[in-house]
């Protein structure tokens, strides 16, 4: 378990340490689970969630390229989150920091022996390897939108003395090496600025699929309850007692 955005961890001295709402809602919901609407079988979900989707959430195979069950084939339009301080971002990068990112990964492939790598691998020109460890990138732009605002790929390139190359990247891919903290989600724009530098203007934070916490947090303020706000960020799912 990683205290970081790959997992969350709750505190176990829940007396000293929680908030006494979130101690009732678990009481409250226990045994509730979400399930597939489109199933007889009682069945828990992934219901993924995220910090602030930035107007619309996505689907699971968008991000991932594996559909899950509970999803429909596009995301929501959630008027929610705007209150969101991640809500609207920015970042710089430079050609290095690019660069840098794409070696890296493939030196922690390598070392892992990352099957998901090889896949991304599969799509880039031959001869990239040599266009690697210079670390040097020349270019970057989105090239495939999703069905929301966010990038599904960008194509960055690289270049090795005189000679460049191509490079497809998943966008989730991309915003995984150069960094979560940074790159806060892949709904972004990318303009270049000269100099080896371009700008990531984007909205949200988190990979989008699923419940978007701060708009479930206004829906709550506002009074929505709990069944409606899961409801709308999780269309083809039913809440079920299971114990």
Known sequence: VESGVQDQVFALDIARKSDYRSVRAIAKTRGLILSPASTKKVVPIKAFFHSTCGGDTETPAQVWGARYPGFRDRGV??????SSPRYRW???????DVGDAIASAVHRSVRNQDRAME???QNWPRGWQRFIEPRQAVGMK??????STRAVTVLVTLQNGSETIDLPIPAPRLREWLGPGKIRSTAFEIKNLGAAKWSLKGKGNGHGVGMCQWGAKTMGERGIQMAKILKFYYPDAVIRKVW
């Open 142 to 147: 989105t090239s495939e939108m999703g069905t």
């Open 119 to 121: 896949g991304i691998v």
């Open 77 to 82: 339009d959630c008027p929610f989150c705007t």
């Open 90 to 96: 920015e970042a710089l990068v430079t050609a290095r």
